[in-house]
């Protein structure tokens, strides 16, 4: 019995003495050496120090989902890239003390650069971007980059706004009854249904998605979906191209022709030619009206909630655009 006391007695004193040397040890963590890298100080002093943003540039299976096909950006167009989004997204909101505040406070802490088209595993579909949790957004087709190729810069654009106004909404809830203006027009998956009657792509467009009050047809997918469309697309758009297609009724009842000037067309007597409404033309006109509640809604939360003036942030993207092949 002696015997087992003296022997658990060593044994504590061992333990207490290991644990004990443990607590007095100092813990020097390894020191991380910063890349010198041209490009990734590019991202560092742009991106990281100033907004707390890691742009990953460089290849990293981890960031892009196994199910989808992608290539990796080119060296070359990274700090391209990095500019355009400075110039485009960045400084259009931070030219007055809210905006700066507002980006400081809620631009993404990752960015991600993907060089190709990402494929979807149908191999057909493609993904142009997305926003994970609040936290990531994600560029494709990078190595494209021209910024004397409208299609592309629109929708390079167009992403970095719908996938920011996802991380705005997934923070602050959508605007006070937004979901209350339309909410039976909603087709979920049905968007994909859709024509592209108005236009083709980036976005795809539909007069059926007008007519439901939407945007866009994603738009038509859900609430969430809807407002971002309404945001990505007023402030990429000059205010007479969205109230064209968005706001202004069209004719409902058959009209006078006019031409580039506002003058009435003639015909051969002299009698002004007519045109004929478009058999839609009520409700597409009533899917407007739904268009004008949601704008003013998206626009009135920008400037209560962050003091951002939506229509100054347009005003300045649409100016830097028309300024690029002067």
């Known amino acids: 019995m002696r015997k087992l006391t003296l022997l658990l007695s060593i044994v504590f004193i061992s333990l207490f003495s290991a644990c004990d040397s443990e607590d007095n040890s100092i813990y020097t963590p390894e020191k991380v050496i910063e890349s010198t890298d041209p490009i990734s100080i590019y991202f560092r002093e742009n991106f990281l120090t100033p907004y707390g943003t890691a742009v990953r540039w460089k290849w990293d299976d ?59 595993s149908d191999g057909e579909s493609v993904t142009l ?8 957004i994600t560029f494709t087709q ?38 209350e203006v339309s909410p039976e027009n909603y087709k979920s998956n049905n968007w994909l249904n859709l024509a592209g009657d108005v236009q083709a792509s980036s976005p795809k467009i539909s007069r059926e998605a ?54 009435p067309v003639l015909d051969a007597d002299g009698n002004p030619v007519m045109l004929d409404p478009n058999e839609d033309a009520a ?10 509640v949601k704008l003013k809604m998206v626009k009135d939360y920008y400037m209560n909630k962050f003091e951002i003036d939506l229509d100054q942030v347009r005003d300045e993207i649409m100016k830097r655009i028309s300024e690029i092949n002067k």
């Not at 989004?85 to 007055?96: A, G, L, Q, V, Y």
């Not at 409700?283 to 004008?292: K, L, V, Y």
């Open 210 to 263: 007008i007519t439901l009050g939407m945007v866009s047809n994603y738009g038509t997918s859900s609430e969430n979906e809807d407002f971002c469309e309404i945001l990505s697309l007023y402030i990429t758009s000059t205010e007479a191209e969205f109230n064209e297609r968005y706001i202004t009724h069209e004719h409902e009842a058959p009209y006078a022709k006019v031409d580039a000037d506002g003058n």
């Open 129 to 136: 971007g997305y926003a994970d949790a609040g936290v990531r």
């Open 62 to 120: 981890n960031l892009v989902d196994d199910t989808k096909r992608v290539t990796p950006p080119l060296r070359d167009v990274c700090i391209p890239m990095g500019d355009f989004i400075k110039k485009f997204w960045i400084e259009p909101f931070t030219m007055t003390e809210p905006g700066e505040k507002f980006m400081l406070d809620h631009f993404p802490p990752e960015l991600v650069f993907i060089g190709s088209k990402m494929y979807n």
């Open 142 to 179: 990078v190595n494209e980059y021209d910024l004397t190729n409208s299609q592309w810069m629109f929708m390079q654009l167009r992403t970095a706004e719908h996938e920011f106004g996802h991380i705005i909404h997934q923070r602050h809830n959508l605007p006070d009854g937004f979901k």
């Open 283 to 292: 409700e597409i006109n009533e899917g407007r009206d739904i268009i004008a």
